[in-house]
């Protein structure tokens, strides 16, 4: 009975700690906006990296959590980096995939991108799109410094991480130790 008991403690352990039911994809972002801002009635650029990290439900496809973390420099110069957990919708039609993101208040991506079987680190390949390419819509919103107030659009690349994607899966890490790791490289490299 005691050995029953402890049995079950264990599994309980390990269905609270597991990582998902299904797949970590981590994607690199990359995008240009131009847009006005409309505290100095200027036009700027402000160039951005980030990462969508998402964790997929095997059995439906469903997205079970996500990440939007993006990166760059400030209108000073200063290495800056948010994060935000924004509403995602994931569509599959035929051999395509379309994300559409309402990030934060005032941010919107849309992409799109064609599926193939990639080696994402599980014992089969999983049907996911490489790349994704798109538009990157902000209204009355900031990016990345906090004294501007910008209106525009730019374009969107989003290409899979296969060296992150697959070291998540083979680990099997949580979405969250991804999102750690992912920050740590991010703050020794100066960003704050």
Known sequence: MKALKVLLVVLAMLAVTAPSFGYILVYNAFGRIKAVDSETDTLVGVAMRGYLIM????????????????YGKDSEGTKVYTLSVPDLQ????????????????????????????????????????????????????????????????????????????????????????VLDDVITVLVAAGYN
Request: glycine residues 8%; charged residues 20%.
């Open 90 to 177: 994931l569509s599959v039609n035929g051999k395509y995939q379309t994300i559409y993101m309402n990030i934060d208040e005032g941010w919107f991506v849309t992409v799109l991108g064609k599926q193939a079987a990639k080696n994402i680190g599980l014992a089969e390949r999983e049907l996911v799109a490489y790349t994704m390419s798109g538009y990157f819509i902000i209204y009355d919103s900031v990016v990345f410094d906090m004294t501007q107030l910008l209106r525009g659009a730019g374009t969107m690349v989003v290409t899979l991480n296969s060296t992150k994607t697959q070291a998540a899966n083979a680990a099997p890490d949580a979405i969250d130790d």
């Open 55 to 70: 964790d997929i439900n095997d059995a439906d496809g469903e997205v079970n959590d996500i990440y939007w973390l993006t």
